[in-house]
């Protein structure tokens, strides 16, 4: 299932060196009070952002849809970027949504995506 939400993990996009760095990232954040204190949707929308973005600390793009896959269809984007909020008060991920990906002529308006950075909570 992971594989569908998150391509990048199906086809191995992270090399070994940033999955290690997001296992001792997670390491350190599952040791800290913050985590227990976090709103399960907020949970799941971090794991998701770690397990999509290819490093620490660098902007990633994601589609809207695909968070919503993740989170559940009805999920709204005013939702998602309040979760956001959560996640970027306890320094764990700063996310922005904007709009992305090439555009066509048949459809004028480009799709929504959510640029994000995993944040390194002691940083």
Same mark, same amino acid.
């Given at each position: 299932?992971?594989?569908?939400?998150?391509?990048?993990?199906?086809?191995?996009?992270?090399?070994?060196?940033?999955?290690?760095?997001?296992?001792?990232? %997670? =390491? /350190?954040?599952?040791?800290?009070? !913050? @985590?227990?204190? $976090?709103?399960?949707?907020?949970?799941?929308?971090? &794991?998701?952002?770690?397990?999509?973005?290819?490093?620490?600390?660098?902007?990633?793009?994601?589609?809207?849809?695909?968070?919503?896959?993740? %989170? =559940? /269809?009805?999920?709204?984007?005013? !939702? @998602?970027?309040? $979760?956001?909020?959560?996640?970027?008060?306890?320094? &764990?991920?700063?996310?922005?949504?904007?709009?992305?990906?090439?555009?066509?002529?048949?459809?004028?308006?480009?799709?929504?995506?959510?640029?994000?950075?995993?944040?390194?909570?002691?940083?």
């Amino acid at each position: 299932t992971l594989g569908i939400i998150c391509p990048k993990v199906r086809q191995g996009h992270a090399g070994m060196g940033a999955a290690r760095e997001k296992v001792t990232l %997670l =390491g /350190r954040v599952c040791q800290g009070p !913050r @985590i227990a204190l $976090l709103p399960l949707e907020a949970l799941k929308l971090y &794991l998701l952002l770690l397990v999509d973005a290819a490093g620490i600390g660098t902007e990633h793009a994601i589609p809207v849809p695909t968070v919503q896959r993740a %989170l =559940g /269809r009805k999920i709204s984007v005013a !939702r @998602i970027l309040d $979760l956001g909020k959560t996640l970027e008060g306890d320094g &764990l991920a700063a996310i922005r949504a904007a709009p992305g990906g090439p555009s066509s002529r048949r459809r004028a308006r480009q799709p929504l995506r959510l640029y994000y950075r995993i944040l390194r909570p002691d940083a």
